[in-house]
């Protein structure tokens, strides 16, 4: 074995010293790279960046964080079109963090744009109900919320034409992280 070998042992599939450098960071380093990488369109850096994000806040037990980095994650997917990716990660994000509400309307929009109609029309329900229940209350995740109208008129008329769909430009604004 080389000294090399010695010097630095590995945890996992990551080399020591390298779990020594992520350790520093907490998630909201992350999901700053991940805002920096999505202004200059480096998309998989970025996805990247919010999965260690995502990682970090549950690691140290903080939803809200989670919730923040798969929204910017998702977001991306949506921007790139990749609607069977939305509904993956969203489920991800799911059994990881549990349900909220934008995490709703976003499986609600990946669903329309895959043409799933009765989905979505379950989707656009829970998520009403849910946007009905919350409201007024601080809680993470509920960036939609002003979305409640928009979702109510699509699934009373889910056959509606592909100008109907939510979710075709930037929905929701990305806020800065200090």
Known sequence: ????????PQKGNIPAPVVRTYGRFVSKDFLKLARNSYAVK???R??????LAVDMAIKNKN???????????????????KYAEV???ACEARSRIGNYLDLLYYEFVASLHLGNPQNSVRLGREFVQ???SIDGKDSFGTLSRNKVDEVKAI????????????????????????
């Open 63 to 81: 939803n809200a964080a989670a919730a923040e980095a798969y929204d910017l994650w998702i977001n991306i997917l949506l921007q790139e079109g």
């Open 130 to 132: 849910l946007a009905e």
């Open 46 to 51: 970025a996805i990247d960046n919010c999965r």
């Open 155 to 178: 699934i009373q008329n889910p056959d509606g034409g592909p100008t109907d769909h939510p979710g075709d430009e930037a929905e929701h604004e990305i806020p800065n992280i200090p």
């Open 42 to 44: 480096k998309y998989s």
């Open 1 to 8: 074995m080389s000294k090399a070998g010695n010097k630095y």
């Open 87 to 89: 509904k993956k990660t």
